[in-house]
Protein backbone atom coordinates (compact mmCIF):
# COMPACT_ATOMS: atom_id res chain seq x y z
CA UNK A 1 0.00 0.00 0.00
CA UNK A 2 0.99 3.25 -0.78
CA UNK A 3 1.53 6.31 1.69
CA UNK A 4 -1.90 7.04 3.32
CA UNK A 5 -2.78 10.60 2.32
CA UNK A 6 -6.30 10.84 3.14
CA UNK A 7 -8.70 9.10 5.69
CA UNK A 8 -12.55 8.92 4.65
CA UNK A 9 -15.09 8.57 7.74
CA UNK A 10 -18.61 7.44 7.33
CA UNK A 11 -20.55 9.40 9.47
CA UNK A 12 -24.22 7.58 11.00
CA UNK A 13 -22.88 3.98 12.79
CA UNK A 14 -18.96 4.29 11.64
CA UNK A 15 -17.46 7.68 13.37
CA UNK A 16 -21.00 8.55 15.74
CA UNK A 17 -23.88 6.09 16.66
CA UNK A 18 -26.42 7.76 15.95
CA UNK A 19 -29.15 4.85 15.85
CA UNK A 20 -31.28 5.92 18.70
CA UNK A 21 -31.36 9.57 18.48
CA UNK A 22 -32.34 9.10 14.58
CA UNK A 23 -34.87 6.33 15.52
CA UNK A 24 -36.77 9.47 18.46
CA UNK A 25 -36.80 11.73 15.45
CA UNK A 26 -37.94 10.40 13.08
CA UNK A 27 -40.96 8.10 15.65
CA UNK A 28 -41.55 11.57 16.83
CA UNK A 29 -41.63 13.43 13.48
CA UNK A 30 -44.08 10.54 12.38
CA UNK A 31 -46.48 10.40 15.25
CA UNK A 32 -47.20 13.98 14.66
CA UNK A 33 -48.02 12.99 11.03
CA UNK A 34 -50.31 9.86 12.69
CA UNK A 35 -48.25 6.98 11.68
CA UNK A 36 -46.95 4.87 14.68
CA UNK A 37 -43.84 2.91 14.48
CA UNK A 38 -41.37 1.59 16.94
CA UNK A 39 -37.96 2.17 17.80
CA UNK A 40 -37.24 -1.66 17.01
CA UNK A 41 -39.03 -1.42 13.78
CA UNK A 42 -37.02 1.84 12.78
CA UNK A 43 -33.97 0.72 13.30
CA UNK A 44 -34.29 -3.22 11.97
CA UNK A 45 -36.24 -2.21 8.84
CA UNK A 46 -35.08 1.70 7.78
CA UNK A 47 -31.86 2.87 9.54
CA UNK A 48 -29.82 4.15 6.96
CA UNK A 49 -32.64 4.70 4.54
CA UNK A 50 -32.70 8.03 2.43
CA UNK A 51 -35.88 9.81 3.73
CA UNK A 52 -37.64 9.67 0.52
CA UNK A 53 -37.27 5.49 0.32
CA UNK A 54 -38.29 5.50 3.90
CA UNK A 55 -40.87 7.62 3.50
CA UNK A 56 -41.90 5.62 0.60
CA UNK A 57 -41.15 2.70 2.18
CA UNK A 58 -44.39 3.76 5.19
CA UNK A 59 -47.17 4.63 2.40
CA UNK A 60 -46.37 8.24 2.08
CA UNK A 61 -46.24 9.70 -1.76
CA UNK A 62 -46.37 13.16 -1.80
CA UNK A 63 -43.16 15.24 -2.31
CA UNK A 64 -43.50 18.07 -0.34
CA UNK A 65 -45.40 16.47 2.27
CA UNK A 66 -42.09 13.79 2.36
CA UNK A 67 -39.89 17.23 2.22
CA UNK A 68 -42.14 18.80 5.05
CA UNK A 69 -41.49 15.79 7.60
CA UNK A 70 -38.40 15.48 6.93
CA UNK A 71 -37.38 19.01 7.78
CA UNK A 72 -39.82 18.62 10.70
CA UNK A 73 -37.01 15.55 12.07
CA UNK A 74 -34.37 17.56 11.57
CA UNK A 75 -36.03 20.30 13.71
CA UNK A 76 -36.63 17.20 16.00
CA UNK A 77 -33.60 15.49 15.98
CA UNK A 78 -31.16 17.91 18.21
CA UNK A 79 -34.05 17.18 21.04
CA UNK A 80 -32.16 13.34 21.15
CA UNK A 81 -28.22 14.24 20.96
CA UNK A 82 -28.12 13.10 24.63
CA UNK A 83 -28.11 9.62 22.85
CA UNK A 84 -25.18 10.44 20.14
CA UNK A 85 -22.06 8.67 21.03
CA UNK A 86 -18.61 9.18 19.05
CA UNK A 87 -16.13 6.36 18.43
CA UNK A 88 -13.76 8.17 20.21
CA UNK A 89 -11.20 5.28 19.19
CA UNK A 90 -11.65 5.90 15.29
CA UNK A 91 -11.41 9.46 16.00
CA UNK A 92 -8.30 10.02 18.24
CA UNK A 93 -6.70 7.84 15.59
CA UNK A 94 -8.04 9.96 12.88
CA UNK A 95 -6.41 13.21 14.94
CA UNK A 96 -3.30 11.39 15.56
CA UNK A 97 -3.04 10.77 11.56
CA UNK A 98 -4.22 14.33 10.93
CA UNK A 99 -1.27 15.69 13.07
CA UNK A 100 0.70 13.79 10.69
CA UNK A 101 -0.62 15.04 7.72
CA UNK A 102 -2.58 13.24 6.65
CA UNK A 103 -6.43 14.70 5.44
CA UNK A 104 -9.45 13.70 7.31
CA UNK A 105 -12.97 13.90 5.64
CA UNK A 106 -16.19 12.68 6.39
CA UNK A 107 -18.21 11.38 3.88
CA UNK A 108 -21.95 10.25 4.40
CA UNK A 109 -25.45 9.95 2.56
CA UNK A 110 -26.71 11.58 5.36
CA UNK A 111 -28.43 15.35 4.83
CA UNK A 112 -25.91 18.02 5.73
CA UNK A 113 -28.27 19.33 8.30
CA UNK A 114 -28.35 16.67 10.06
CA UNK A 115 -24.52 16.12 9.74
CA UNK A 116 -23.72 19.44 10.84
CA UNK A 117 -25.65 19.54 14.07
CA UNK A 118 -24.33 16.58 15.19
CA UNK A 119 -20.83 17.67 14.40
CA UNK A 120 -21.34 21.47 16.32
CA UNK A 121 -22.80 19.09 19.64
CA UNK A 122 -19.97 16.77 19.80
CA UNK A 123 -17.60 19.85 18.60
CA UNK A 124 -15.88 17.84 15.75
CA UNK A 125 -15.96 20.42 13.16
CA UNK A 126 -12.36 21.75 13.67
CA UNK A 127 -10.99 17.96 13.28
CA UNK A 128 -12.27 17.46 9.63
CA UNK A 129 -10.22 18.75 6.45
CA UNK A 130 -13.67 18.41 4.21
CA UNK A 131 -17.31 17.23 3.96
CA UNK A 132 -19.30 15.37 1.49
CA UNK A 133 -23.23 14.65 1.65
CA UNK A 134 -25.76 12.97 0.20
CA UNK A 135 -27.00 16.73 -1.20
CA UNK A 136 -23.70 16.45 -3.35
CA UNK A 137 -24.08 13.57 -5.45
CA UNK A 138 -26.62 12.58 -7.70
CA UNK A 139 -26.38 9.19 -6.92
CA UNK A 140 -25.65 7.29 -3.22
CA UNK A 141 -23.71 4.92 -1.76
CA UNK A 142 -23.65 1.87 -3.39
CA UNK A 143 -22.03 4.31 -5.95
CA UNK A 144 -18.54 5.44 -5.28
CA UNK A 145 -19.46 9.18 -6.43
CA UNK A 146 -18.82 10.72 -3.06
CA UNK A 147 -15.93 8.75 -2.14
CA UNK A 148 -13.96 9.80 -5.40
CA UNK A 149 -15.48 13.30 -5.17
CA UNK A 150 -13.42 13.35 -2.37
CA UNK A 151 -10.02 11.89 -3.86
CA UNK A 152 -10.61 14.10 -6.41
CA UNK A 153 -10.69 17.11 -4.00
CA UNK A 154 -8.12 16.14 -2.52
CA UNK A 155 -5.91 14.80 -5.31
CA UNK A 156 -5.26 11.77 -4.09
CA UNK A 157 -5.53 8.47 -5.94
CA UNK A 158 -7.29 5.16 -3.98
CA UNK A 159 -4.21 3.86 -3.16
CA UNK A 160 -3.71 6.46 -0.93
CA UNK A 161 -6.74 6.39 0.79
CA UNK A 162 -8.25 4.49 3.59
CA UNK A 163 -12.10 4.33 4.20
CA UNK A 164 -14.15 3.60 7.10
CA UNK A 165 -17.77 2.32 6.47
CA UNK A 166 -20.29 0.14 8.74
CA UNK A 167 -23.17 -0.66 6.46
CA UNK A 168 -22.88 -3.15 3.43
CA UNK A 169 -24.12 -0.66 1.22
CA UNK A 170 -21.37 1.62 2.19
CA UNK A 171 -18.88 -1.37 2.23
CA UNK A 172 -19.62 -2.00 -1.62
CA UNK A 173 -19.13 1.97 -2.17
CA UNK A 174 -15.98 2.05 -0.59
CA UNK A 175 -15.35 -1.30 -2.53
CA UNK A 176 -15.96 -0.11 -5.74
CA UNK A 177 -14.25 3.36 -5.15
CA UNK A 178 -10.45 1.11 -5.24
CA UNK A 179 -9.48 2.23 -2.39
CA UNK A 180 -8.57 0.39 0.76
CA UNK A 181 -11.57 0.27 3.58
CA UNK A 182 -12.28 -1.11 6.81
CA UNK A 183 -15.36 -2.12 8.40
CA UNK A 184 -16.67 -0.79 11.72
CA UNK A 185 -19.28 -1.86 14.13
CA UNK A 186 -20.19 0.47 16.83
Known sequence: MSEVKLILLDFDG?????????????????????????????????????????????????????????????ELYP???????????????????????????????????????????????SGVDGLITGDDVARPKPYPDAFCMAMESVGVQPMETIIFEDSEIGLEAARRSGASYVKIAL
Open 14 to 74: TLVDTRRANALAYIATLEEAGVTISESEYLSRFYGMRCMEFMRELGFEDKVEIERLRHRKI
Open 79 to 125: NYFNFVTLNEALWNWCQMMRAMGVKVWIVSTGHIDNITNVMRYLRLE
